[in-house]
């Protein structure tokens, strides 16, 4: 089943690899494959910001360092990268609907502990919000 | 698996020091020099709450003017009286009691839970049995129910024809202190009772020296006499010192039971048996962890002291290593969080609980603690994680669950961290944000009512004299005056407290949930000047009075180890510092490494030196200042500020700078709040980040939103219970990191070591 434009929401945990892999496989291109990572907003009272130098920007540049290593590991460099800050369920639909995107596929967790805890995962909100396709990749270890 | 092996001699060498340590604890406890005050060493200055142990028998009554207008019933200078020899009929008091209202039943109820965990976290390890009487002597006067007759004398023969009360000497009564439990709502004084089933109105007034044997003593209502020695000995004023010359024998306690005075337990004993002193265990805690630390790591608090300088300034500073702060903005963050009410409240507390020798135990937890801070924040380091956006997650959550697994320890690790986790998000909303909200609002208040106080007591005072002379026109109009002064200045309090909370909250709030980094960053970076003004005011105290620092230094070090200036001996004076300096500087709690894992560095040793800095200029800089302020303006034994004040903490502190420089009050009540504010946000970071590790980023504004809540009820509250339960929090967060960084410590000393040895080698490429 071919698509024309793909989303992947990573983490860079060690589950994105694999992700954008199964991305890779629905489309004929690497460049119609987009992985975005979405960042929270800034805390204003961690030492980072109220004295160092942490700001959107420096994260946003970090960021996109890391997508140079996954490009360079997949060699794809035609992959499509963003880096958006906000609520991630509503960031990455909102992101799949502006590029019009046919499907989204993401991790059904992410790296956090007392996963059962969450108050819903983004893998649901995504589910609820999208447009498009949802295809959610379990991990192998499925808990 | 190749286990960290220690050379056999160091080996050897810390058996031994560990060993003299838990003898020397052991053997403390076990000389029955462990005797403190059964009142638990109160936390926290409880807004407006004034401990009074005693109450004066007969005040300085006897130099009042005689200008009266009529003879008061119950002469002011009273012969001493002997005991009967049998009680009194008893009384049974009939005062309708009210029904709590809900608040106040939820109120009690959390008392009751918080009364219980302080049992087992701060339960007393070496606490001994102490026996006392409590004299509760006095005489009573009685009336028909309803009558507007005079009060007769109730004596064992029956109701006194000549001895009487009428019933226009009950306000003068009152006001001379003679009552006991007078009721005060409509004027009325006294109180409904049942006697032989007739009911009755009747008072209870307090009775004037006591003959006994060839002495005579003073015994104020309620005055506890605790066995010391052969004799039962009066529990003074000040630090709970007991008066020798104010004793009774066996035989004379039973005399005064006898005549019916003393309190009697349920089965008829006079003596009733209380358990004080010893250490709480969370102390005990601390200090043997900071004192094993130091040893473990030989003393790298001394050694590594010059290093720690060097780093601060900036020597090693890449940057291009991960992290988000220079090693001076993490301390500088860190120093934020602990600089606060600690230092310039509870050092006074400690002071004034512990007498000088409280504030050499306070130095050497100081010095004892950078170890701990040592160790925790290298672990902080060495197990923090790196986002992909280049922050930073770290702490004692990172080490405990990360750490212990490595050692094999993945269960236990698992349930430190998430104990010390949720002990920290309870900290966060409590010492770290209520307790300084209340206590700086409180202190703020002060400062600006002041005059208005002073006004209302002088007002008091003359109302007194009045009643005392029977100028009954004069009295209500004063009292008129006083309570329209009174209403006014309760209602402004009120409304003060009110607006402080909504301002503070909407500042935090501002910072925390708006995301405004300006004024965060401003308040941080206000504290550091903040706190040179400080020290500088302390100095000048100092240096104008510096004739008197070396016999007090002397003083310092003796009432340390000899602990007579309070009634605690020796232990009582080492738990008092050593619990106030704990709750300053935060050493052993695992708070700092959340902050100073930030720091951008690949070495977790070198972070750790840093750290090492923090207690030293908290405990041993700032709280020193403020200790010897208030030792040489004596202030911790001014009977006047202490008793007849009931001045504490911050107000004391306030008291004492005011007596040498006049407007510094103004000055400090500026640099509490912003003291207060920067503890909050610091506080806040910590608690959100172990927020986030339990229940995922997404969920941290609800934790914002409670935070914010808790300020603004911190401001307006006045449950001493919510305070001493919050400060139980931070304390307790000691109990699973300690332990954790015990059992991580091997690895630290293996990364100190080699560290120590690469720098040695000037192996480290410098950088300024």
């Given at each position: 089943m071919k698509k024309q434009c793909v989303v992947v929401p990573v983490d860079f945990s060690d589950n994105t690899e694999a992700a954008v892999r199964a991305a890779l496989?629905?489309?004929?291109?690497?460049?119609q494959v987009n992985v975005i990572h979405v960042l929270f907003a800034l805390d204003a009272v961690s030492p980072g910001v109220v004295f160092g130098g942490v700001s959107d920007e420096s994260r946003t540049e970090n960021i996109n360092e890391h997508f140079d290593k996954l490009k360079l590991a997949l060699d794809t460099p035609e992959l499509g990268t963003e880096v958006r800050i906000g609520n991630p369920g509503v960031q990455i639909t909102d992101y799949a609907n502006e590029l019009g995107a046919d499907l989204i596929v993401i991790p059904?967790?992410?790296?956090?502990?007392f996963k059962r805890m969450i108050l819903g995962s983004v893998a649901e909100r995504v589910i609820r919000l999208a447009a498009c396709d949802v295809y959610v990749l379990r991990r192998n270890d499925a808990e | 698996m190749k286990r960290f092996q220690r050379p056999a001699t160091s080996r050897l060498r810390f058996a031994i020091s560990l060993g003299v340590v838990l003898f020397g604890i052991y053997g403390f406890s076990q000389f029955g020099w462990a005797q403190n005050s059964s009142e638990s060493t109160p936390l926290v200055e409880k807004k407006g709450e004034v401990k009074k142990q005693v109450e004066a028998s007969e005040s300085d009554n006897s130099d009042k003017s005689t200008k009266t207008e009529s003879k008061p019933s119950i002469p002011v200078v009273r012969e001493a009286v002997a005991p009967p020899d049998k009680p009194l009929p008893a009384i049974e008091d009939a005062e309708p009691k009210e029904k709590p209202k809900v608040l106040e039943q939820i109120d009690s109820a959390f008392a009751k839970a918080v009364e219980y965990m302080a049992g087992v976290l701060f339960y007393r390890l070496g606490a001994q049995t102490e026996k006392f009487v409590s004299f509760t002597g006095s005489d009573i006067y009685v009336r028909e129910k309803g009558s507007e007759g005079p009060f007769q004398k109730l004596t064992v023969d029956g109701l006194s024809a000549d001895e009487t009360i009428a019933p226009d000497d009950l306000e003068a009564l009152f006001y001379r202190k003679k009552l006991i439990d007078p009721v005060t709502v409509d004027d009325r004084y006294y109180r409904m009772g049942k006697l032989d089933d007739q009911e009755v109105e009747y008072l209870a007034v307090k009775l004037p020296p006591v003959e006994i044997g060839d002495k005579t003593l003073k015994l104020g209502h309620g005055a506890k006499l605790v066995k010391e020695g052969e004799t039962f000995q009066l529990v003074g004023d000040m630090r709970g010192l007991l008066d020798a010359e104010t004793s009774l024998t066996d035989s004379e306690a039973k005399t005064l039971a006898d005549a019916g005075w003393l309190k009697t337990t349920d089965d008829g004993q006079h003596i009733q048996s209380d358990k004080v002193g010893g250490a709480p265990i969370v102390v005990l805690w601390l200090a043997l962890g900071a004192v094993y630390f130091t040893l473990y790591m030989r003393g790298v608090n001394f050694w590594g002291f010059s290093h720690a300088i060097e780093v601060v300034r900036g020597k090693y500073d890449n940057p291009d290593e991960d992290g988000e702060v220079t090693h001076l903005q993490a301390l500088m963050s860190a120093l934020s969080a602990t600089v606060g009410l600690g230092n310039i409240a509870g050092v006074t507390i400690a002071m004034t609980q512990g007498g000088p020798g409280a504030f050499f135990w306070m130095i050497l937890c100081g010095l004892f603690g950078m170890t701990s801070k040592f160790t925790e924040c290298t672990l902080g380091q060495k197990y923090r994680t790196v986002k992909p956006d280049g922050s930073i997650l770290g702490g004692p959550m990172g080490y405990l669950k990360t750490g212990l697994a490595e050692i094999g320890l993945g269960g236990l690790g698992r349930v430190l961290a998430f104990l010390f986790v949720v002990m920290c998000i309870l900290a966060s909303f409590g010492g770290g944000n209520m307790f300084q909200i209340n206590q700086s609002g409180s202190t703020l208040l002060e400062q600006v009512q002041s005059k208005e106080r002073k006004l209302v007591a002088e007002l008091d005072q003359k109302i007194e004299d009045a009643a005392i002379n029977k100028q009954t026109a004069v009295v209500s109009e004063l009292r008129q005056e006083k309570n329209k002064r009174q209403e006014e200045i309760d209602k402004f309090s009120q409304t003060f407290n009110m607006i402080y909370g909504l301002v503070m909250a909407v500042l935090v709030g501002v910072v925390i949930i708006g995301g405004i980094k300006r004024i965060g960053a401003a308040a941080e970076k206000i504290v550091p000047s903040m706190c040179f003004m400080y020290i500088i005011a302390c100095l000048y105290i100092i240096l104008t009075h510096l004739g008197e620092v070396p016999p007090l230094v002397g003083a310092i070090f003796t009432q340390a180890f000899t602990g007579e200036a309070i009634r605690g001996g020796l232990i009582g004076v080492l738990v008092i510092g050593v619990q106030r300096a704990a709750f300053s500087n935060e050493a052993g709690v695992g708070s700092a490494a959340i902050a100073h894992s930030a720091a951008k560095t690949e070495e977790p040793v070198r972070e750790g030196a840093v750290a090492l800095l923090g207690p030293f200029i908290d405990t041993i800089v700032v709280c020193s200042m403020t200790a010897l302020v208030i030792l040489i303006t004596n202030a911790w034994d001014n009977p006047d500020w202490v008793v007849r004040d009931g001045l504490s903490g911050a107000a004391l502190t306030s008291q004492a700078f005011e007596s040498e420089i006049s407007w510094f009050p103004w000055v400090l009540s500026v640099a509490v709040v912003m003291f207060a504010f920067s503890t909050v946000i610091s506080w806040s970071y910590y608690g959100e980040r172990c927020w986030e590790s339990l229940f995922g980023a997404r969920s941290v504004v609800f934790y914002k939103i409670l935070f914010l809540i808790c300020v603004f009820v911190g401001a307006i509250a006045n449950a001493g219970s919510v305070l001493d339960f919050s400060d139980m929090m931070i304390l307790s967060m000691a109990f699973p990191n300690i332990l954790g960084v015990a059992l991580l410590s091997p690895k630290v000393r293996a990364d100190l070591l080699d560290y120590w040895k690469r720098y040695k080698a000037g192996e480290f490429k410098e950088f300024k």
């Amino acid at each position: 089943m071919k698509k024309q434009c793909v989303v992947v929401p990573v983490d860079f945990s060690d589950n994105t690899e694999a992700a954008v892999r199964a991305a890779l496989a629905f489309v004929d291109s690497p460049s119609q494959v987009n992985v975005i990572h979405v960042l929270f907003a800034l805390d204003a009272v961690s030492p980072g910001v109220v004295f160092g130098g942490v700001s959107d920007e420096s994260r946003t540049e970090n960021i996109n360092e890391h997508f140079d290593k996954l490009k360079l590991a997949l060699d794809t460099p035609e992959l499509g990268t963003e880096v958006r800050i906000g609520n991630p369920g509503v960031q990455i639909t909102d992101y799949a609907n502006e590029l019009g995107a046919d499907l989204i596929v993401i991790p059904s967790h992410g790296y956090h502990g007392f996963k059962r805890m969450i108050l819903g995962s983004v893998a649901e909100r995504v589910i609820r919000l999208a447009a498009c396709d949802v295809y959610v990749l379990r991990r192998n270890d499925a808990e | 698996m190749k286990r960290f092996q220690r050379p056999a001699t160091s080996r050897l060498r810390f058996a031994i020091s560990l060993g003299v340590v838990l003898f020397g604890i052991y053997g403390f406890s076990q000389f029955g020099w462990a005797q403190n005050s059964s009142e638990s060493t109160p936390l926290v200055e409880k807004k407006g709450e004034v401990k009074k142990q005693v109450e004066a028998s007969e005040s300085d009554n006897s130099d009042k003017s005689t200008k009266t207008e009529s003879k008061p019933s119950i002469p002011v200078v009273r012969e001493a009286v002997a005991p009967p020899d049998k009680p009194l009929p008893a009384i049974e008091d009939a005062e309708p009691k009210e029904k709590p209202k809900v608040l106040e039943q939820i109120d009690s109820a959390f008392a009751k839970a918080v009364e219980y965990m302080a049992g087992v976290l701060f339960y007393r390890l070496g606490a001994q049995t102490e026996k006392f009487v409590s004299f509760t002597g006095s005489d009573i006067y009685v009336r028909e129910k309803g009558s507007e007759g005079p009060f007769q004398k109730l004596t064992v023969d029956g109701l006194s024809a000549d001895e009487t009360i009428a019933p226009d000497d009950l306000e003068a009564l009152f006001y001379r202190k003679k009552l006991i439990d007078p009721v005060t709502v409509d004027d009325r004084y006294y109180r409904m009772g049942k006697l032989d089933d007739q009911e009755v109105e009747y008072l209870a007034v307090k009775l004037p020296p006591v003959e006994i044997g060839d002495k005579t003593l003073k015994l104020g209502h309620g005055a506890k006499l605790v066995k010391e020695g052969e004799t039962f000995q009066l529990v003074g004023d000040m630090r709970g010192l007991l008066d020798a010359e104010t004793s009774l024998t066996d035989s004379e306690a039973k005399t005064l039971a006898d005549a019916g005075w003393l309190k009697t337990t349920d089965d008829g004993q006079h003596i009733q048996s209380d358990k004080v002193g010893g250490a709480p265990i969370v102390v005990l805690w601390l200090a043997l962890g900071a004192v094993y630390f130091t040893l473990y790591m030989r003393g790298v608090n001394f050694w590594g002291f010059s290093h720690a300088i060097e780093v601060v300034r900036g020597k090693y500073d890449n940057p291009d290593e991960d992290g988000e702060v220079t090693h001076l903005q993490a301390l500088m963050s860190a120093l934020s969080a602990t600089v606060g009410l600690g230092n310039i409240a509870g050092v006074t507390i400690a002071m004034t609980q512990g007498g000088p020798g409280a504030f050499f135990w306070m130095i050497l937890c100081g010095l004892f603690g950078m170890t701990s801070k040592f160790t925790e924040c290298t672990l902080g380091q060495k197990y923090r994680t790196v986002k992909p956006d280049g922050s930073i997650l770290g702490g004692p959550m990172g080490y405990l669950k990360t750490g212990l697994a490595e050692i094999g320890l993945g269960g236990l690790g698992r349930v430190l961290a998430f104990l010390f986790v949720v002990m920290c998000i309870l900290a966060s909303f409590g010492g770290g944000n209520m307790f300084q909200i209340n206590q700086s609002g409180s202190t703020l208040l002060e400062q600006v009512q002041s005059k208005e106080r002073k006004l209302v007591a002088e007002l008091d005072q003359k109302i007194e004299d009045a009643a005392i002379n029977k100028q009954t026109a004069v009295v209500s109009e004063l009292r008129q005056e006083k309570n329209k002064r009174q209403e006014e200045i309760d209602k402004f309090s009120q409304t003060f407290n009110m607006i402080y909370g909504l301002v503070m909250a909407v500042l935090v709030g501002v910072v925390i949930i708006g995301g405004i980094k300006r004024i965060g960053a401003a308040a941080e970076k206000i504290v550091p000047s903040m706190c040179f003004m400080y020290i500088i005011a302390c100095l000048y105290i100092i240096l104008t009075h510096l004739g008197e620092v070396p016999p007090l230094v002397g003083a310092i070090f003796t009432q340390a180890f000899t602990g007579e200036a309070i009634r605690g001996g020796l232990i009582g004076v080492l738990v008092i510092g050593v619990q106030r300096a704990a709750f300053s500087n935060e050493a052993g709690v695992g708070s700092a490494a959340i902050a100073h894992s930030a720091a951008k560095t690949e070495e977790p040793v070198r972070e750790g030196a840093v750290a090492l800095l923090g207690p030293f200029i908290d405990t041993i800089v700032v709280c020193s200042m403020t200790a010897l302020v208030i030792l040489i303006t004596n202030a911790w034994d001014n009977p006047d500020w202490v008793v007849r004040d009931g001045l504490s903490g911050a107000a004391l502190t306030s008291q004492a700078f005011e007596s040498e420089i006049s407007w510094f009050p103004w000055v400090l009540s500026v640099a509490v709040v912003m003291f207060a504010f920067s503890t909050v946000i610091s506080w806040s970071y910590y608690g959100e980040r172990c927020w986030e590790s339990l229940f995922g980023a997404r969920s941290v504004v609800f934790y914002k939103i409670l935070f914010l809540i808790c300020v603004f009820v911190g401001a307006i509250a006045n449950a001493g219970s919510v305070l001493d339960f919050s400060d139980m929090m931070i304390l307790s967060m000691a109990f699973p990191n300690i332990l954790g960084v015990a059992l991580l410590s091997p690895k630290v000393r293996a990364d100190l070591l080699d560290y120590w040895k690469r720098y040695k080698a000037g192996e480290f490429k410098e950088f300024k």
